[in-house]
T-cell receptor
Framework: SYVLTQPPSVSVAPGKTARISCGGD??????VHWYQQKPGQAPVLVVF???DRSSGIPERFSGSNSGNTATLTIRRVEAGDEADYYC???????????FGGGTKLTVL | QVQLVQSGPELKKPGASVQVSCKTS????????VHWVRQAPGQGLEWMGW????????NYAQKFQGRVTVTRDTSTKTVYMDLKRLRSDDTAVYFC??????????WGQGTLVAISS
C-alpha cells in the first residue's frame, strides 16, 4: 500500500518559517491534505487539495506538492502553532485513506 | 453548524466487544461519508473504515476486516462503530469524522477505549 513519510520532529523559533515535509512515491499525482492536532484534541483540517486553506486557518499556513514531496509551510510561527501535523492522501488501491506518521512541531 | 458528538469512554476486557456512537447534526446526513480513525497512546492516526449513510455501504481497512462493523441509523443521524475480539493494543482514542471529497473536514471529540483485564 501507499506510504507517506514525515520527519518525526521539526523545531523552529518564533517568527521564523517552519516547513514540514510529506514524502511519497510520485505524490504530486495525488491531492495532499494536512491536519493539525494539539494535545488532547481532535485533528483539525488546515490545508486540503495541496494548497487550499480550510475555513478559519490563517494565511500563514500554506501547502505545496511537487515530485515526491508535499510540504506544509507555516510562516511567522507562533507558540500556538505547536502541535502534531499529519499529511493524508486518498489512494485507489488497498486502504483508501492513508496518513503520514505525523510530525511534532516544536516552537523554541 | 456541523457537529459530531461521540459516546463516552469505555473500559473493556480482552476478548470483549465495544460499540462507539457518533451523533451527527448540521448537515444532510445522507450526503457525506462518515469515517472512523483511531489513535493509540503516543501514536499517529490510523484509518479504520467508512460508511456511506445513504445506502449503508461500507469499506474497511484490511487490518480490521472481520473485526470491525460500521452501521448507521438514519432516523437519529447516528453512526456506530463496533469492534470485537478486543486486545490490549486496541487501547486508543477513536474518532469519527465526516468527509468532503477525499479529506476529513469535521471530527468528533474522540472516545477513549481502554482494554484491560
Amino acid at each position: 500500500s501507499y506510504v507517506l513519510t514525515q520527519p518525526p520532529s521539526v523545531s523552529v523559533a518564533p517568527g521564523k518559517t517552519a516547513r514540514i515535509s510529506c514524502g511519497g512515491d510520485n505524490i504530486a499525482t495525488k491531492s495532499v491534505h494536512w491536519y493539525q492536532q494539539k494535545p488532547g484534541q481532535a485533528p483539525v483540517l488546515v490545508v486540503f487539495d495541496d494548497t487550499d486553506r480550510s475555513s478559519g486557518i490563517p494565511e500563514r499556513f500554506s501547502g505545496s506538492n511537487s515530485g515526491n514531496t508535499a510540504t506544509l509551510t507555516i510562516r511567522r510561527v507562533e507558540a500556538g502553532d505547536e502541535a502534531d501535523y499529519y499529511c493524508q492522501v486518498w489512494d485507489s488501491n488497498d486502504d483508501p485513506v492513508i496518513f503520514g506518521g505525523g510530525t511534532k512541531l516544536t516552537v523554541l | 453548524q456541523v457537529q459530531l458528538v461521540q459516546s463516552g469512554p469505555e473500559l473493556k476486557k480482552p476478548g470483549a466487544s465495544v460499540q462507539v456512537s457518533c451523533k451527527t447534526s448540521g448537515y444532510i446526513f445522507a450526503d457525506k461519508y462518515v469515517h472512523w480513525v483511531r489513535q493509540a497512546p503516543g501514536q499517529g492516526l490510523e484509518w479504520m473504515g467508512w460508511i456511506n449513510p445513504k445506502n449503508g455501504g461500507t469499506n474497511y481497512a484490511q487490518k480490521f476486516q472481520g473485526r470491525v462493523t460500521v452501521t448507521r441509523d438514519t432516523s437519529t443521524k447516528t453512526v456506530y462503530m463496533d469492534l470485537k475480539r478486543l486486545r490490549s493494543d486496541d487501547t486508543a482514542v477513536y474518532f469519527c469524522a465526516r468527509d468532503s471529497g477525499n479529506f476529513l473536514v469535521s471530527w468528533g471529540q474522540g472516545t477513549l477505549v481502554a482494554i484491560s483485564s
